[in-house]
């Protein structure tokens, strides 16, 4: 019994020398570059009013949310599991005045479980998001930012994944599915199931062109000759998909231009944060590592409860993972 007591939850870390010197070493690294390149960093505290945690495109993180009662007011608090709904609640009550906002951010979060099976449930959550700016020019600038901290974290052989929900979106709109049954067919895009995408489609009688637009999208994954095929698949489509499907030719060209060695990877049913995220979506992997190392997108209308709705993206990662994986276990 005694030697349970000083076994920590599951999920949960301590760092100790020298690893937490390496820690530190890397958090003043990344912190004087993101400084250096223009943004503001905060420091939001750990726990919050529960509502303001969750609100808006934050309330999938409800399932990850360690909660508790304020003996002061009465009030539901929750513990940050993400502290991007955070960034959002500041650039929009105390940026409101700001046209383009760029804030970083470094600190623990606390899930009640973890992302993926045998994942950290105390990550040392780092970030960037950009809040005022719609363009292109804001998704390929927090791409830019995401490689350069990996690179500081000493990180190899990334490969990146792009997609964009709003393809998906936009088919899915189109068929009027009620909560329950988008669900099922997102579920069946992420595995990628072809026999259970025909099962669904004849259960639920979908229409015959939009059935075979979501089999199509099941299978444009791969490098960046997806785009040809995709372009012919999805041109009947609507504009929006048309308009999306140019906006991540438009970041995979431009970033195999900046980065020639990094291997680009598409993936249009890549659905990573679909009820979060409205854009742009990315990660980034290593070989034979089984979760993302750091991942991202776009998020527009955050702020909107807050009074201050505007475009935003960014990305975050957790520094912990990203000192084992690189090459930064130095002493200090």
Same mark, same amino acid.
């Given at each position: 019994?005694? %030697?349970?007591?000083?076994?920590?939850?599951?999920?949960?870390?301590?760092?100790?020398?020298?690893? !937490?010197?390496?820690?530190?070493?890397?958090?003043?690294?990344?912190?004087?570059?993101?400084?250096?390149?223009?943004?503001?960093?905060?420091?939001?505290?750990?726990?919050?009013?529960?509502?303001?945690?969750?609100?808006? $495109?934050?309330?999938?993180?409800?399932?990850? $949310?360690?909660?508790?009662?304020?003996?002061? !007011?009465?009030?539901?608090?929750?513990?940050?599991?993400?502290?991007?709904?955070?960034?959002?609640?500041?650039?929009?009550?105390?940026?409101?005045?700001?046209?383009?906002?760029?804030?970083?951010?470094?600190?623990?979060?606390?899930?009640?479980?973890?992302?993926?099976?045998?994942?950290?449930? !105390?990550?040392?959550?780092?970030?960037?998001? %950009?809040?005022?700016?719609?363009?292109?020019?804001? =998704?390929?600038?927090?791409?830019?930012?995401?490689?350069?901290?990996?690179?500081?974290?000493?990180?190899?052989?990334?490969?990146?994944?792009?997609?964009?929900?709003?393809?998906?979106? $936009?088919?899915?709109?189109?068929?009027?599915?009620?909560?329950?049954?988008?669900?099922?067919?997102? =579920? %069946?895009?992420?595995?990628?199931?072809?026999?259970?995408?025909?099962?669904?489609?004849?259960?639920?009688?979908?229409?015959?062109?939009?059935?075979?637009?979501?089999?199509?999208?099941?299978?444009?994954?791969?490098?960046?000759?997806?785009?040809?095929?995709?372009?012919?698949?999805?041109? !009947?489509?609507?504009?929006? %998909?048309?308009?999306?499907?140019?906006?991540?030719?438009?970041?995979?060209?431009?970033?195999?231009?900046?980065?020639?060695?990094?291997?680009?990877?598409?993936?249009?049913?890549?659905?990573?944060?679909?009820?979060?995220?409205?854009?742009?979506?990315?990660? *980034?992997?290593?070989?034979?590592?089984?979760?993302?190392?750091?991942?991202?997108?776009?998020?527009?209308?955050?702020?909107?409860?807050?009074? *201050?709705?505007?475009?935003?993206?960014?990305?975050?990662?957790?520094?912990?993972?990203?000192?084992?994986?690189?090459?930064?276990?130095?002493?200090?």
């Amino acid at each position: 019994m005694s %030697i349970k007591r000083w076994m920590l939850p599951d999920g949960m870390e301590e760092a100790l020398p020298p690893f !937490s010197w390496q820690l530190e070493d890397l958090r003043r690294k990344l912190l004087d570059h993101y400084r250096a390149t223009g943004y503001e960093l905060i420091l939001p505290p750990l726990l919050e009013h529960l509502d303001a945690l969750l609100t808006g $495109t934050a309330q999938d993180l409800e399932q990850q $949310t360690f909660k508790l009662t304020d003996p002061a !007011s009465g009030r539901l608090l929750g513990l940050r599991a993400d502290m991007t709904p955070q960034a959002a609640r500041i650039a929009a009550r105390r940026y409101a005045d700001v046209p383009l906002v760029r804030l970083c951010y470094l600190g623990t979060v606390l899930r009640t479980r973890p992302d993926s099976l045998g994942g950290p449930r !105390s990550p040392r959550q780092v970030g960037c998001e %950009i809040f005022g700016d719609a363009g292109l020019a804001a =998704d390929l600038e927090i791409l830019r930012m995401m490689l350069k901290t990996l690179e500081l974290a000493g990180v190899a052989d990334v490969h990146l994944d792009l997609g964009h929900v709003g393809v998906y979106r $936009t088919i899915a709109a189109q068929l009027g599915l009620h909560a329950d049954d988008e669900a099922g067919l997102f =579920d %069946i895009l992420q595995r990628k199931s072809q026999p259970d995408l025909q099962d669904f489609a004849l259960a639920r009688r979908l229409p015959l062109p939009s059935t075979r637009l979501l089999s199509q999208l099941m299978e444009l994954n791969g490098d960046l000759t997806v785009f040809a095929r995709a372009r012919e698949a999805l041109s !009947s489509a609507g504009e929006e %998909i048309v308009t999306a499907l140019a906006a991540v030719e438009r970041t995979a060209t431009e970033l195999q231009r900046e980065y020639p060695k990094l291997p680009i990877h598409i993936d249009l049913a890549e659905l990573r944060g679909y009820r979060y995220q409205t854009g742009m979506v990315f990660a *980034a992997f290593v070989p034979g590592h089984g979760r993302e190392l750091a991942r991202g997108g776009r998020y527009d209308g955050v702020g909107h409860e807050f009074g *201050a709705a505007r475009p935003a993206t960014g990305f975050s990662a957790d520094i912990n993972e990203l000192l084992r994986l690189g090459g930064n276990r130095r002493a200090a």
